[in-house]
């Protein structure tokens, strides 16, 4: 198993900033990429940004400029930061990571974190 923990989630005011975590654990061998997903009620999951191994990012236009992700592959663990936050960036935040298992013959995981909710209101 897998297993993705979330933390950082909370009450902001609009322009205000909060910085999730979400650190994987289990057998991992290694992980390819990550990514940090959002979801406001009634409406589609949609994906926030990206980063692989490597640290290439991608980020949808809503939060470029005002978003970052990062990882720290010795603790397994992305991160996002965001700023400049306002009431359309409330949501259910999950985070995502795929790799290998660790094993004789290593084999691929996807895995999602618990979700965080993020609520930017005065």
């Known amino acids: 198993q897998v297993q993705l923990v979330e933390s950082g989630g909370g009450l902001v005011q609009p322009g205000g900033s909060l910085r999730l975590s979400c650190a994987a654990s289990?057998?991992?061998?290694?992980?390819?990429?990550m990514a940090w997903y959002r979801q406001a009620p009634g409406k589609q999951r949609e994906l926030v940004a990206t980063i692989t191994s490597a640290g290439s990012t991608n980020y949808a236009d809503s939060v470029k400029g005002r978003f970052t992700i990062s990882r720290d592959n010795a603790k397994n663990t992305v991160y996002l930061q965001m700023n400049s936050l306002n009431p359309e960036d409330t949501a259910v935040y999950y985070c995502?990571?795929?790799?290998?298992?660790?094993?004789?013959?290593?084999?691929?995981?996807?895995?999602w974190g618990q979700g965080a909710q993020v609520t930017v209101s005065t």
């Open positions: 289990g057998s991992i061998s290694r992980i390819n990429n």
């Open positions: 995502y990571a795929n790799g290998y298992r660790s094993g004789y013959l290593e084999t691929l995981f996807q895995s």
